[in-house]
């Protein structure tokens, strides 16, 4: 399932209620990303996505992981909107019947949320403010997944 | 026509009805209207999507079609 939510969440609750009742499982692995005050140089986060185009986006690569790490169930929420330091940004959890596709299907599933998925990403502190675009290093952990 | 991230900020406006025939006709009025957007618009890293599906080469355009320029994402 893929949330996007202007609210804050609780990734506590999240991961509980995505864990509930799961007789078959075996494997719950879950990310929670936290917005960062950098110093004292960020003093909001402000996150646009382009509704309906991101949440069909996200959920056809959902899908594509469902199917490469064969996972159960998949759990995205984002927020979008303003944001400050401390709140959750994203949680992902991956359901599998062993732990080794639960981790893969998360990490995987992160590396495309940080540097593929449609939300533009704007930081506003004390020196102005400035949008954020995927860093070599995200580009790097995305290329990991890529199948020769 | 919707435009997200710094494009908004480029062009000072997200949203605007523009009457076009084609993507190339479409950019061809913005390179008119607003040099510093046409510029902005001209990286190989800005997607463009029609009616939320991703083009890579000109489409005929309807009167009520819906045309986004998408600059480089960043989630999480």
């Known amino acids: ?148 | 026509m919707l435009l997200f991230g710094r494009l908004a900020d480029v062009a000072g406006w997200r949203e605007r009805d523009i009457p076009a025939r084609s993507l190339a006709d479409l950019r061809g009025r913005l390179a008119a209207d607003d040099p510093a957007l046409f510029e902005a618009l001209q990286g190989p890293a800005v997607r463009t999507a029609v009616d939320q599906q991703l083009v890579s080469l000109d489409v005929d355009l309807r009167p009520d079609s819906e045309v986004a320029f998408l600059p480089p994402m960043s989630g999480g």
Not at chain 1, 39 to 60: C, K, M, S
Not at chain 1, 67 to 94: N, S
Not at chain 1, 105 to 130: H, I, N, Q, V
């Open chain 1, 1 to 148: 399932m893929i949330r996007l939510t202007q609210a804050p969440f609780d990734p506590g609750q999240a991961l509980g209620e995505f864990c509930r009742g799961r007789t078959e499982t075996g494997a719950v692995a879950s990310f929670t990303g936290i917005a960062r005050a950098e110093q004292g140089r960020t003093d909001i986060l402000e996150l646009e996505a382009y509704p309906g185009f991101t949440e069909r986006e996200i959920a056809r690569h959902a899908e594509a992981a469902t199917e490469r790490f064969g996972l159960q169930d998949v759990l995205i929420v984002h927020r979008t909107g303003l944001i400050p330091p401390g709140e959750a940004i994203v949680f992902v959890a991956t359901a599998a019947a062993h732990r080794r596709a639960a981790f893969e299907g998360c990490d995987f599933l992160m590396d495309y949320l940080k540097s593929r998925a449609p939300f533009w990403k704007k930081e506003t502190g004390p020196d102005g403010a400035r949008w954020i675009e995927p860093t070599d290093r995200d580009r790097d952990d995305l290329a990991r997944w890529e199948t020769s």
